[in-house]
């Protein structure tokens, strides 16, 4: 899917057109079931994590993998877990077209994507665009003081993201542009952009 795979647990599904017959489908996942999750990740994946490893190491005196030193191989071994769980965590896109029997199908455009827990880390795709740290937790807009917590930023960023990202030829829908976050709330709340503050 996109430039990943598909994830797990998904939970929610969106629609969004984008024209006569065809459009975006959004599909969040949710969360791995551990168990699960591990027991069929070779076969499904088709490559191992260090599972047994870790396991036996955090069932003998725990571990805080914070304290370890970053040159530690243990270490490594449950940032690769962890990565991988990540992975299969967040949302992806696909998009679609009705054919003229009035079927949908995929199209595989080049808009398809994933966008998961790691996205931007790695591939530097999203991080260098980011001014607030990736611990801030909150944002206060400056035109209303609203304060919108993480997960609010990041459903708008997504958003914007996805209509404005050039490596794709995404067809906007009507009346919609691509707003900062402090727009798209003020927007939101029926407020105007004060034409005086500068827009990023």
């Given at each position: ?5 598909c ?15 065809e459009?975006?489908l ?7 079931s551990a168990?699960p999750?591990?027991q ?11 599972f047994?490893?870790?396991q036996?190491?955090?069932?003998k ?12 191989q243990?270490k490594?071994k449950?940032e ?27 199209t ?25 740290k990736?611990l801030?937790r909150t944002h206060q807009?400056?035109y209303?003081?609203?304060?919108l917590?993480?997960?609010h930023?990041?459903a708008?960023n997504?958003?914007n993201?996805?209509?404005g990202?050039?490596?794709a030829h995404l067809k ?5 542009r691509k ?21 990023r």
């Open positions: 899917m996109g430039n990943s795979r994830g797990y647990n998904n939970d929610f599904l969106s629609f969004i057109e984008t024209g006569d017959n459009g975006y959004a599909i969040n996942f949710e969360y791995i168990l999750w591990i069929s990740y070779q076969k499904v994946i088709g490559e191992s994590l260090p047994e490893e870790v036996q190491a955090l069932s005196e725990g571990i805080n993998a914070f304290n370890l030193p970053d040159d530690d243990f490594a449950i690769q877990i962890s990565q991988a769980a990540l992975t299969d965590q967040g949302i992806g896109v696909i998009s679609l077209k009705r054919n003229s029997e009035g079927k949908w199908e995929r595989n455009s080049p808009a398809d994507r994933r966008i998961y827990g790691i996205s931007g880390l790695k591939d530097g795709r999203y991080l260098p665009k980011f001014r607030a990736p801030t807009c400056p209303c003081q609203t304060v917590d993480r997960d930023n990041a708008i997504i958003l993201k996805g209509w990202d050039d490596r906007v829908p009507q009346g919609m707003h900062t976050l402090e727009e798209s709330w003020c927007l939101c709340q029926g407020g105007e952009i004060p034409s005086a503050k500068p827009s």
